[in-house]
């Protein structure tokens, strides 16, 4: 059993069974694919697929096992290839980092500039998206490290250390009428026509949960994934934004005004987001103490560790 045959059996599920659109991605041959899958399934005398003629349909129990298997081999073969890596080019290589807008517009620019000022052979990415395809990327392995809420729903695999609260504020035109109120409630903030953040946000669920546990139905005329879009909706005069505290800086902001409404709503939480079957070059250790200095290496060894500990039997 080599490798490869794992490879090229992730890949066929990963792309829903379909050999055409898996081959494409492996550049193979279907032919040279199939070959290899058959060679598997007379290595383990079992059938890995269900077929129908030549189609693949479904995994049999035995190949749901070996996928299983097959998914945590290939990713401690490129953990090892990144123990090699780590060692023999300690400031060269790829940093992938997923994000949402908010925060790689508002709060990482300072931590990238310092990052590559002290590693400029290392190319750094970001990815950005909402806290569930953040989330997914992560226990995926395809970015090494989040900086997000957690997501909607939990998944797996995934280490999350806090790092700081994001509080609400209201954006609105200098004229609006909620700026004038001595305190403002959420009967107040649901009279206005409101802009907030996408469904697939945690920040939108948070909100809405105070406002369904109030008994109030606020009227949402607009969402989106981008604060930087939401303001300037609230500039034509379209509603007012609930927003994280961290978009408004009244020195750029000059044709828009806050009010601080965090006595409304939760703080929500950042993390920075791990797998915890990955491995972390040093320089990654080096950016999440740059982002949240609290976070030193003993502190993100002992997340993995204990992560790795509450599966032991």
């Known amino acids: 059993?080599?490798?490869?045959?794992?490879?090229?059996?992730?890949?066929?599920?990963?792309?829903?069974?379909?050999?055409?659109?898996?081959?494409?991605?492996?550049?193979?041959?279907?032919?040279?694919?199939?070959?290899?899958?058959?060679?598997?399934?007379?290595?383990?005398?079992?059938?890995?697929?269900?077929?129908?003629?030549?189609?693949?349909?479904?995994?049999?129990?035995?190949?749901?096992?070996?996928?299983?298997?097959?998914?945590?081999?290939?990713?401690?073969?490129?953990?090892?290839?990144?123990?090699?890596?780590?060692?023999?080019?300690?400031?060269?290589?790829?940093?992938?980092?997923?994000?949402?807008?908010?925060?790689?517009?508002?709060?990482l620019p300072a931590t990238i500039k310092n990052f590559i000022q002290r590693y400029p052979k290392v190319r750094l990415s970001l990815r950005q998206g909402n806290p569930t395809e953040i989330a997914n990327w992560i226990a995926s392995g395809d970015v090494d490290l989040s900086i997000a809420a957690e997501p909607l729903v939990p998944v797996r695999n995934l280490i999350l250390l806090p790092c700081y609260q994001l509080m609400r504020i209201v954006l609105a035109k200098p004229d609006h009428e909620i700026l004038k109120l001595e305190k403002v409630t959420l009967a107040h903030l649901a009279a206005h026509p409101m802009i907030t953040y996408d469904s697939m946000f945690t920040g939108r669920a948070k909100i809405a949960q105070e406002f369904d546990r109030a008994g109030l139905s606020p009227r949402i005329v607009m969402s989106a994934t981008d604060a930087d879009v939401m303001k300037t909706y609230v500039k034509m005069g379209i509603g007012i934004a609930?927003?994280?505290?961290?978009?408004?800086?009244?020195?750029?902001?000059?044709?828009?005004?806050?009010?601080?409404?965090?006595h409304l709503f939760r703080p929500n939480t950042i993390y920075v987001g791990m797998n915890r079957d990955g491995y972390l070059r040093s320089y990654a250790y080096d950016f999440i103490e740059m982002f949240a200095p609290a976070l030193k290496r003993k502190a993100v060894d002992a997340a993995f560790l204990a992560a790795t500990s509450s599966d032991q039997p």
């Open 1 to 107: 059993m080599k490798l490869q045959q794992l490879r090229y059996i992730c890949a066929i599920v990963d792309h829903e069974l379909n050999l055409s659109n898996a081959s494409d991605t492996l550049h193979r041959s279907q032919p040279g694919v199939s070959r290899y899958v058959k060679t598997l399934e007379d290595e383990l005398g079992t059938r890995l697929f269900v077929r129908s003629g030549k189609r693949l349909v479904a995994l049999t129990r035995a190949g749901e096992a070996v996928l299983a298997v097959g998914r945590r081999m290939l990713a401690d073969a490129e953990t090892v290839a990144q123990i090699g890596r780590e060692f023999s080019a300690k400031d060269e290589g790829e940093l992938t980092v997923a994000t949402t807008h908010t925060h790689a517009r508002y709060v």
């Open 242 to 262: 609930i927003v994280g505290n961290i978009v408004y800086d009244p020195l750029i902001d000059t044709d828009l005004r806050m009010r601080d409404v965090g």
